[in-house]
Nanobody, 125 residues
């Protein structure tokens, strides 16, 4: 059983940056593609980014391309989401999730096996 814990959320002004981390225990992330999702109040959960386990290839939803960067360190069992040029519409609870397999298969939440508890990101002046 893999446990995921997110950290790094907080309050930031528009244009600022945050760095989210997803730390795993109880198993190695080496065999999992890792996705970041977010859910704003009153909205459905949406996929933000995904990184494969085999080649580290990364994917981003259009609204964050050029601003967010996902990376992984399998030796440290962590995945990081660097978020720059933050906008108020980025405000949400951010979750990391693990999908057993080498490749990102998209953002269907039901494809992901393990989830963290989420971390709040608030972008406001």
């Amino acid at each position: 059983q893999v446990q995921l814990v997110e950290s790094g959320g907080g309050l930031v002004q528009p244009g600022g940056s945050l760095r989210l981390s997803c730390a795993a225990s109880g198993g190695t992330l080496e065999y999992y593609a890792i996705g970041w999702f977010r859910q704003a109040p009153g909205k459905e959960r949406e996929g933000v980014s995904c990184i494969s386990s085999s080649d580290g290839r990364s994917y981003y939803t259009d609204s964050v391309k050029g601003r967010f960067t996902i990376s992984r360190d399998n030796a440290k069992n962590t995945v990081t989401l660097q978020m720059n040029s933050l906008k108020p519409e980025d405000t949400a609870v951010y979750y990391c999730a693990a999908d057993y397999g080498y490749y990102c298969s998209g953002y269907d939440p039901y494809e992901y096996d393990y989830w963290g508890q989420g971390t709040q990101v608030t972008v406001s002046a």
